[in-house]
């Protein structure tokens, strides 16, 4: 593999990090709150400069699949132009290697409103080729739960406005603003704009899950490079929950950081690839719980995602 699809992601991370140093240090006598202003500004620049030069745009909110997704992409593209299997798509990296692979670029949508000041709409997007990823909410928020408490830095906390001190799994998923409320209105701000973005496909984790070979297969077409039977099955097969939790007890990834990396080896609860499921939330609360959870689901989030009552899919039959 060519030494910059290797080295380029871990270098540009690093120099991120000594962008965003050398800017916030200066400024140390700022309060907190204009800090993590200034702070969000840059990391929305950062973003900004990519969607401009991205191919693709994948966008989801944390705990969504987005990791599943990048694992099977970099295999497949790996597994079609012959990379490593250690390879971890990094935006360009793969695209340096071999000008067919997408430039990809997978973001949260966390900070790029702070830069371009489009709060209220996904205008950013409406001129890129958009795969949005979704996953029922309060299987984000549960999972979000486990990341912020195993994962997440500390200066991630205070700039997306987690908490810092110990909260119950009930009470950061149902009353803290970090937890369902936060997942529900991302989801319902693209929601929003979903009729007003031209060329933007909708996925769902569960879909993913379901039927995961036709699934994917289906966003390869749409981002330019439909795989074969087999080059899907490579992919799929890698990226199998068991082998990505091996993975990721080994550390195989080439400078993946913290991405592909367990917390804690002997907890299950700080893998990256920590459950897997579809609704497996609903095993984490008492039938009560459950019911309120839904309950607040159903008043506010909105339509389109098929996750309220009115208009529930019918879960995705495996192609043939």
Known sequence: MHPLAIVKPAASAVWKQLVRTAVLTPLFWLPVEEKVRIERRLRGREQWQKLQ?????????????????????????????????????????????????PRIFFTHDNYLKDYTGHADSKVDYRDKKVVLLVRHPADVAVSQYHQWKYRMRPRKKVIN???????GLYDFVVRHEAGLAKVIDWMNGWARDLPRLPDCLLVRFEDLKADTAGTLGRILAFMGTPGTSEEIAEAVRFGSFENMRAMEAQNRFWLSGGRMRAADRSNPASYKTRRGEAGGWRKDFTPEQVAEIEAIVERRLMKGFGYLAVERLPPVAPAA
């Not at 012959?82 to 071999?98: C, K, P, V």
């Not at 406005?161 to 909260?167: C, K, L, N, R």
């Open 53 to 101: 030069k991205a191919d693709v745009t994948i966008v989801s909110f944390g705990k969504s699949g987005r990791t599943w997704l990048r694992v099977m992409l970099s295999r497949f593209y790996g597994y079609r132009h012959g990379f490593s299997e250690r390879a971890l798509i990094g935006f360009d990296n793969f695209h340096l290697r071999d000008r067919r692979i």
């Open 161 to 167: 406005a987690y908490p810092e001190q110990e909260v």
